[in-house]
């Protein structure tokens, strides 16, 4: 049972995974995966919190001349490395057992486990709702800074995507189940969801040939 | 409790609607609603039927002349009444209580309401497969004939809701729960779904001024 969430920004698609995790009773991945590489490898967290956001575009040597030929090589090696860490991790995770795991592309790096794709979304007020509930203390963003975080986060996240295939991050097709959070206290919906997926695993339908 | 279900041609979204209404003891209207417009009006249903599909187009006087010109005025004025009688018809359903209603625009006609919109989808495999097993004795189509069908249908229900409003058919911002019932039992999946659609009307989220 893998299970792999990915979401736009503010839509909740973290809490989901995290209480999602704990109804199942299976780990659940996010923050997690840089924090194993950085100690590992002996790298600081933010560091590489850092690299990981540009490292699946990296990843590749064929987009490593075409976008990071102005980058300093040393910096170019690290993010190379992280990308490949981070796969390697995921896929170490995946092959351990049941798991959770939250973006980082892991529905098409764990393609072959055939994991069950979940997509967490909202409409904008809720999102900037839930942005602004959840920001600490010294965080004092204005509704258009934080639109403007949401729009450049799902973009960045749209466009890693795109290093590994051609099929879209977000459209529905490309997950099997899609939720809408928006006005939602998501707590309350997890035992629904906890008991779909387990339903979804134990029912595939008899193959007939066509 | 209104639900409504819009659905890719094979996708299973009518057997899921009329499971979920046995599921939530609720009624479930998919072509009842022809059924009920044909007996009060003293149509036939197959005549009801084909003119609906073009009404939800007819039933707003600018696009009439626009798109109807060539045809018949006769036709023009029975496509635009039964179009009436069907958003009316929807509504009255509506109004009478709790209800899942297929297709059709509900989610658009209802939207006062608060509908749960739902979609269903699946891969073309998959629908392929179920168009192929729910073809009745005397139907032989070839594959590509069955696909140029769901190619129509699908087609034409978007351009329906076209007509009602400039969100996208099977987008899925404009849906609560995107289903991929590919390779599934659909029967298995529905106390989950029954389940996720009980507490989305339970769990509004209590609004802080933001």
């Given at each position: ?8 920004f503010g839509?909740g698609?973290r809490e ?14 996010d923050n997690?995966?840089i924090e ?8 600081d967290e933010q560091y590489?919190s850092h690299?990981?956001e ?73 999102k900037l709702r839930r942005c602004i509930e959840r920001a600490s203390e010294n965080e004092h963003f204005t509704h258009d800074e934080i639109k403007r975080k949401m729009r450049e986060v ?57």
């Amino acid at each position: 049972m893998i299970i792999t969430v990915s979401r736009e920004f503010g839509s909740g698609g973290r809490e989901l995974g995290k209480r999602l995790s704990e109804a199942l009773g299976i780990p659940c991945y996010d923050n997690e995966i840089i924090e194993m590489i950085a100690k590992e490898h002996g790298f600081d967290e933010q560091y590489v919190s850092h690299l990981s956001e540009k490292s699946i575009r990296a990843a590749y040597p064929f987009t490593i001349s075409r976008r990071f030929a102005v980058m300093p090589d040393y910096v170019t090696k690290q993010t190379v490395k992280i990308a490949v860490e981070q796969r390697k991790m995921i896929e170490g995770l995946a092959s351990q057992g049941d798991c959770i795991i939250i973006g980082r592309c892991a529905d098409i790096i764990l393609r072959e486990y055939h994991p069950f794709n979940l997509f967490v979304y909202a409409d904008t007020e809720a999102k900037l709702r839930r942005c602004i509930e959840r920001a600490s203390e010294n965080e004092h963003f204005t509704h258009d800074e934080i639109k403007r975080k949401m729009r450049e986060v799902d973009k960045n996240r749209a466009r890693q995507r795109d290093f590994y295939t051609d099929t879209k991050w977000g459209a529905k097709e490309n997950y099997h189940l899609c939720i809408d959070t928006s006005g939602k206290e998501i707590k309350m919906l997890i035992p629904a969801i906890s008991e779909y997926i387990k339903c979804w695993f134990g029912c595939d339908e008899q193959k007939v040939f066509i």
